[in-house]
T-cell receptor, first 113, second 110 residues
Framework: DMKVTQMPRYLIKRMGENVLLECGQDMSHETMYWYRQDPGLGLQLIYISYDVDSNSEGDIPKGYRVSRKKREHFSLILDSAKTNQTSVYFC????????????FGPGTRLTVL | GQQVQQSPASLVLQEGENAELQCNFSTSLNSMQWFYQRPEGSLVSLFYNPSGTKQSGRLTSTTVIKERRSSLHISSSQITDSGTYLCAMERDTGNYKYVFGAGTRLKVIA
């Protein structure tokens, strides 16, 4: 069953609190992504991971960090969340390469008050 | 400025009409993808690295990499085609980092 899961689906935090968003996939994909999507905008790449402990910044990495200790799990961490990090966060995975489809998780709606 | 520009920003169709969605890139690109976002928010990949013309059911993607453009043709639109269509480009060879356009919001009405 080809699936990308995200936990939690909804989260409300106060400014300054730490946030952990988790993503899992059951397809043994090497590549995993974290994106955020704000109203009326497309997705913006936060981080990409090419495999365990092989992570690279995307276009908007400031204020975020990631962890990938197992191929099937990719975490996004916000240390001291800010109100402008309120957004919908999507995780995706794919095989490593250009010719492969990205599979997306259902998204996490994060509100930072 | 915007590296990936999509047009139109929104579109309303009568069921059965065809649509042509455009994606233009301001920089050179290695490859591109088309995605569909359902009204409730979930995302699916439609076409990936679609150089030339590729078809899947009622959807046809035509991409000319050297001209930095791609189009998505939807024929005989259905109400269930409603949602947002996003294109994205991989700027540099081999890093698989994609830059997305803002999307075309499509509404198909009866």
């Amino acid at each position: 069953d080809m699936k990308v899961t995200q936990m939690p689906r909804y989260l409300i935090k106060r400014m300054g609190e730490n946030v952990l968003l988790e993503c899992g996939q059951d397809m043994s994909h090497e590549t995993m992504y974290w994106y955020r999507q704000d109203p009326g905008l497309g997705l913006q790449l936060i981080y990409i991971s090419y495999d365990v402990d092989s992570n690279s910044e995307g276009d908007i990495p400031k204020g975020y960090r990631v962890s990938r200790k197992k191929r099937e799990h990719f975490s996004l961490i916000l240390d001291s969340a800010k109100t402008n990090q309120t957004s919908v966060y999507f995780c995706a995975s794919s095989l490593l390469g250009t010719d492969y489809e990205q599979y997306f998780g259902p998204g996490t709606r994060l509100t930072v008050l | 400025g915007q590296q990936v520009q999509q047009s139109p920003a929104s579109l309303v169709l009568q069921e059965g009409e065809n649509a042509e969605l455009q994606c233009n890139f301001s920089t050179s690109l290695n490859s591109m993808q088309w995605f569909y976002q359902r009204p409730e928010g979930s995302l699916v990949s439609l076409f990936y690295n679609p150089s030339g013309t590729k078809q899947s059911g009622r959807l046809t993607s035509t991409t000319v990499i050297k001209e930095r453009r791609s189009s998505l043709h939807i024929s005989s639109s259905q109400i269930t085609d409603s949602g947002t269509y996003l294109c994205a480009m991989e700027r540099d060879t081999g890093n698989y980092k994609y830059v997305f356009g803002a999307g075309t919001r499509l509404k198909v009405i009866a």
